[in-house]
């Protein structure tokens, strides 16, 4: 048995898994072909076997993530505060509908986990009308929740079947309020987790809720600088196999959301040099700036076509500089970050296993120079040993 | 009746936006008050959310001057903003002007009501006959 309060910490993640104990850490490459506990077990099954259930904790991104639409009615505060919420409880958002323009939409034809109908302050009325729910009708969601005016709530109950009720997200002051759909889309990926099954079985090694690893990462951002010399603003970048997170100081927005979160986090739902290795070239190719980042580097772009050590570290490489392109001012985007405000940039994920501080460097100066015309140097931090998530894991099973 | 205020673009007179804001408070007006530095989509945005009738700007160091020439145009994108009052007020130009000029530049811009270098109370009283005749009574100056 496991000494008394010593944890075990495991993160699965979309290509590797990590299980962290107070000795050591380890990572192992996932088998495809064999279900996460099963290979887990084979893997590890001497550690595990060390830790009762109630000292086993587990985050995972593994189960792909929920997908998110939001219909909102306007741009600066119902769909702005609907998905800063959503991002922050680990929800990967594919599309935001503007009310007004509803009928201009196509909708998609994904199934889709959870459709959000937000807008109005609560002394509002007559916001919503048929064309709402002729929309409705040809999308294809699992659930759907309504956090706007009060007001509207009668109507959307008579014309949206199993429609979850919850309390506006906008105040009469027009701020936002997180606490009840983060809680609902919090628990909304639970059940995802449990519903499926390669995650699901996971459940016979641990007595603990499994949390989103983006929840576990945001949960240690306050605490990182007992680990690493991080000085604020900071942004974390954790690029893996499928997605990519990025976590970041609210010092780096201009923005009327007024939380009592530090750090606030988005993700690029196709931008990883794994799963959605594809995706992510041909992000690239469309990139006007990559020819010469490529140049840079010294190669061509038939790096695209090989599948050696090499090319994954110029498409980690190409990941940082698109992930950089897409926050800045460069591209508009749901928030754009003041980047030369930025002090220190941290790495996390998988991309610490392949690329070195110079290299990773190489490509920050690359940026700074090329697209904001800039020598600023924010320093750089390399989370090789997965210390934020074990912190966040630790911050979470302290609060519990 | 609801009014969305605030000062539009990099502007930090909050002191004004403050006094603007106890003041139609004063005069019974459900205040949404964005405060300094709004974008102005955002005060569209706020009317959209809120279903304001007035939309009332300020502006001290001049600087309004590059924001309203949008108003239009951002406007048109809105679909439910056809009745908004729009009103506009403060230290409207750099530099000095011709009032009468200032004010109908302002107007061309997409405001009802301009009220350059007016005394606060004033400003709110064209606006309470705007309201309440559908026109402007009188200029503010």
Not at chain 1, 85 to 103: H, K, P, R, W
Not at chain 1, 249 to 255: C, E, G, M, T, Y
Not at chain 1, 326 to 341: D, G, P, V, W
Not at chain 1, 359 to 388: G, Q
Request: net charge negative; hydrophobic share 40%; proline share 1%.
């Amino acid at each position: 048995m496991s000494r008394e309060n010593e944890k075990l910490f495991i993160d699965i993640g979309s290509t590797y898994f990590k299980l962290s104990t107070s000795e050591h850490l380890e990572q192992h490459f996932r088998n495809f072909n064999k279900d996460i506990l099963d290979d887990l077990t084979h893997k590890c099954g001497n550690i595990i076997k060390r830790f009762d259930k109630n000292d086993v904790h587990i985050c995972s991104s593994a189960n792909g993530g929920l997908s998110a639409l939001i219909i909102g009615i306007s741009q600066s505060f119902s769909l702005k505060y609907a998905a800063n919420i959503a991002f922050n409880s680990g929800i990967n958002i594919i599309d935001t509908v503007l009310y007004q323009n509803i009928e201009e939409y196509t909708p998609p034809s994904d199934l889709i986990d959870v459709v959000i109908v937000v807008g109005g302050i609560n002394s509002h009325d007559n916001i919503f009308s048929a064309s709402l729910y002729q929309y409705l009708a040809s999308l294809n969601y699992s659930n759907i929740v309504f956090v706007g005016s009060e007001k509207e709530v009668p109507a959307i109950k008579d014309n949206i079947e199993n429609v979850v009720i919850l309390p506006n997200i906008i105040d009469d002051r027009l701020h936002i309020v997180e606490k009840y759909l983060k809680e609902f889309l919090t628990n909304l990926y639970q059940q995802d987790i449990e519903g499926k099954e390669d995650i699901k079985h996971l459940y016979d090694i641990t007595a603990n809720q499994i949390f989103s690893t983006p929840y576990i990462v945001n949960k240690a951002l306050p605490f990182i600088d007992a680990r690493f010399s991080v000085v604020n603003p900071f942004i974390l970048l954790d690029i893996g196999g499928a997605t990519t997170d990025i976590h970041y100081s609210k010092d780096l927005v201009d923005d009327n959301i007024v939380t009592e979160n530090e750090y606030d986090r988005l993700v690029f739902k196709k931008l990883g040099v794994y799963k959605s290795r594809q995706s992510l070239i041909f992000a690239a190719k469309e990139n006007e700036f990559v020819y010469e980042l490529l140049m840079h580097l010294k190669v061509t772009e038939n790096i695209f076509d090989e599948e050696s050590e090499k090319a994954t570290k110029i498409l980690m490489q190409l990941a940082i500089f698109l992930v950089l392109c897409k926050m800045s001012h460069y591209k508009k985007a749901y928030i754009n970050l003041k980047l030369l405000a930025i002090n220190s940039i941290v790495l996390t994920g998988g991309i610490t296993k392949v690329l070195n501080i110079d290299e990773i460097e190489n490509i920050i100066s690359f940026f700074y120079k090329k697209i904001l015309t800039s020598d600023h140097s924010p320093a750089t931090i390399l989370d090789s040993n997965y210390d934020i998530w074990t912190l966040g894991a630790k911050e979470k099973e302290l609060c519990q | 009746m609801k009014v969305i205020t605030g000062v539009v673009g990099n502007d930090i007179h909050v002191v004004a936006n403050r006094l603007i804001d106890l003041s139609l408070q004063a005069r019974g007006y459900e205040v949404f008050n964005l405060g300094v530095n709004t974008y102005l989509e955002e005060f569209f945005d706020a009317a959209v959310e809120t279903g304001a009738e007035v939309l009332m700007i300020s502006s001290l160091n001049g600087e309004a001057e590059g924001w309203a020439r949008e108003v239009k145009l951002l406007k048109a994108k809105y679909k439910q903003l056809d009745e908004l009052i729009m009103m506009i007020g403060g230290n409207l130009v750099v530099g000095s002007g011709n009032t009468e000029d200032i004010v109908s530049r302002y107007k061309n811009y997409g405001f009802d009501l301009v009220c350059h270098q007016v005394d606060l109370n004033t400003g709110l009283d064209s606006l309470e006959a705007f309201i309440n005749d559908g026109k402007i009574k009188e200029r503010c100056q």
